[in-house]
């Protein structure tokens, strides 16, 4: 085995129909893995126009290049799917064990197809795969889901994948979880396995995976690790604070979204901040599989040891939610994982709805009284509760910020790319940032470009955040290169610490391949060239790759980004250009040449 | 019970909670019933922007405000849903047994709400409702899954509703079928059974439906019967040979579509017309409840009896594939029926691809050696078995022309309106008709407003096909008219025969309600509004009012109606004005105040 197993595991689930099949080379060469060889098999298989909750839509469960090797952090796996959020190509990256679980029982990639007849869910031990009836788990939280899939396995060491009641519903916002609390969270992709019935995937693989030459990458090895210890975001910052270290900086800059976007400075932050949380709530290292950095963490809330919100769940629930207060927030996050719904997609709604019943479109019997108002954390968790159930106006909100928008005909107040909600980070006052949210191919998103580690954290460079200069280049740059680690399955956060260089290093030590830094980047680019065509196939143009109308004309109003919009118009054209796509966004034949898609 | 028995039996299937409600007297008093109720309580109930795949999508299973009552034709019910197909109000028109059965159980409406955990049907004795398990009838065909459910209901008396194989697997195309062989044809409502693993209803009811002053009643339908009876359509051309009656007189006027309306006559037409149909196939009478027209026939064919093909059917796989004998139409048909699958949206897919091969869009290797090409009989009925199994390119073919048509970047050689196929009538030699296929608030459909009956058959009025004044009234007042009738539950047909006022005095006379010739029209206006507003809440506009290119730009190239296209353009403003809408096709405030909606 040279860093994958080049094996697929096909589950019709119509048919209960379970076999193995050969991965092709020139496609890992072309594509690696991952998002790549999701995205790849996606849209070779699937047709377009395919309704994404439909027995024709397919799951890809893709683990990285790397994933499940001897590289730090490389845990991730991609849940590549037709997005019902906005029909998009979904690829939802989790860390935690049970990718590198696939990935030790032989498989890359695992594709669902169909649709059970009743609920069930799959059984993985090395070559034994089973489709289970789940009749008695469809309901159930993530949580007892897992204990009662684990108990039935028999082994306590298997990693579990499940969804929660949201999912079961087709909530058009909820996630697929694993390890109990790891979130493939993005564009809806819980909803595709409740269409399927799928409730869960229980796996359990002994076979390590070997490189090619162990003494080549053991030199890399020590290198890379080294570079991790040593670095400041992910040998200090992220290992103490997680994430939520980020809370104090963005806010510092003046780009931390306050109730839904109408400002961007809170004056009291730090109370939501990763080092209140450490302080007040017992922050514990629970850290991915194989990984020095640990961002992630457990905390402590009333006796109850339960998962640490990361920081895009406090700027959803927190600041954007106007609620200053960790303890809702921490349970919002509890309540999220449980029930199987994506906290950023969660929060963004529910501050558009607090919005549009300030303004009056939501009117108070519509609220069953729950108080829509910022600030108000008890009430935030019971929207939660509402989401995750469908009950009341929580099945409307069940549908995303969008579409909850357009049931009252004010869609401007959603802040959304493509339907899909956006991180918190105000794009007025981080330019490139701004068009990498407009140019995503999955719609309103940070980590497929993360373009605050040059404008913001100083990595990779030092850009000027309000600057436009080049900004268009290092997009490019920025979302080919995610592109890689994504379909690496190495963890994104790699990249703080790590230069290109290094991870062409990795890549060739355990694979043996003798890729170019040039050839490497332009798997990448692959990659997004065929998501960008699947979007264009799917009716999507020039003009959804915008912003929200609030971010482009109103100022911000305070902190220390005031007065900035987003001068996207002046962004875009350059973007296409670098690309090698024509005016209206379309990858010329060129571009499909030279890419070789 | 004067008419409609006030009562609603709604099933959640998440739940499994199984309750009546009383009807409100003022929403009957504004939308009548059937199609009119089922829009009211969907736009009520169900939120914008659902996904129509998604349990938060509901199915109305709604009859007529006559339906099932001593009037002749009073046999319809309506399946009301979000459709899959193209996000409209689905309102799929059938009749039979079934509805009529459901009013005599003492429910004028069933709601399914939510999602089945596994696969279910629903038997309703009288006030006996119990929700029964469907998995040893799940891939069943229609027929034999109605064996199956009446045999374990054990009254034979008993009427059946059920899915096919196609509504399982959600074809975008696939129908509702009851009492075997009768279908809720389009707008995909199949599929939104089997979203829900709703395989069938079985429905007894035993007690009748009585209006409220017999007498009155009784000398109505005694002008009534007479009029239908006297009709050279009604009294003759009906009963005698169905609805195929239509080929030869279609044909004649040069407005049958061949081969996806490339051309609109057909020199050997008569082969596949009623006429012979009656001469080589055994025609034989199998009327719905209470029907003195008839229209529905068994045929015979290899020994076997099967249901007969209507005109539509002929149409869609007969002169529109090119294929000019009866035979291999009647297999098809009899397939449909049991995969169930909209004849005309599966006829209209396979010409659009015939064509979509013969000019190079599809590849040969793509058919797994079932010829693509017009008039061959035997591939035909192969494709309709592809389709309905969603095998091979079956499969991107049950998602009906549009978008099959999509996955090829040839979207123009789909025949369609807002996404659903057009029945057998070429529009451009049917002015009229072709304003009301633009303006069809479920897509392309001819029996929203049937203007076939002034312009060809010279029913209501005579009007001259080729000439646009006064068409966008006619259209408005057909249409609306329609909605009525579909609303009262009676069969469109009757529609030959009797005039306004006669529906007005059975109206009155069934219901002892009192409403003016004006005050029942107005029902009929607010239905369409009511559906209008849908339509443009989901995103549709002015632009979607339209028909396909080839219609617009393209002269008849052939036969009686040679050299016409159809005028849209200058008929569309004055339609929007006649409706009282803006000039973008939005009902003004006025208008909306005027219907009370």
Redesign the interface.
Known sequence: MVGYSAKILRINL?ERIIKTEQLKADVVGKFLGGRGLGARMFSQEV??????????NKIFLATGLLTGSEIPASSRYMVVTKS?LNNTIASSNSGGYWGVELKFAGYDLVVLEG?A???VYITINNNQVKIRDA?HI?GKTVGDATDVMLAEFGDSQAKVLAIGPAGE??S?IASVMNDRFRAAGRSGVG?VFG?K?VKGIVVRGTEKVKGSSPDALQGVLDGVLSKIQNNGVTGEGLPTYGTAVLVNLINETGTLPVKNFQESYAEKADLISGETLAELYDLKKDPCYDCPIACSHKCRVDGQEVAGPEYETIGAFGANCGVIDLKPIITANYLCNEFGLDTISVGATIATAIELYQRGYIKAEELDGTPLEFGNGAALVEWVRKIGT?EGLG??M??GSY?FA??Y?AESYSMHVKKQELPAYDPRGIQGHGLQYATSNRGGCHVRGYMISPEILGIHGRLDRFKLEGKAAWVKMIQDFTAVIDSLGLCLFTSFALNFDDYLNLVNAVTGADYTGEELLLCGERVWNVERLHNL?EGYSKADDTLPRRLLEDPIPNGPSKGWVHQLDRLLPEYYQVRGWDSEGVPTPECIFRLGI
Chains 1, 2 share one sequence.
Do not use: D, F, I
């Open positions: 119509t047709p377009p126009h395919v309704e994404a909750l439909s027995p024709q019902p649709k007849v009743s609920p009749g469809w519903k087709c058009l909803a269409s019935n469908s099945a409307k069940a549908m579409r357009q049931c005909s196939q």
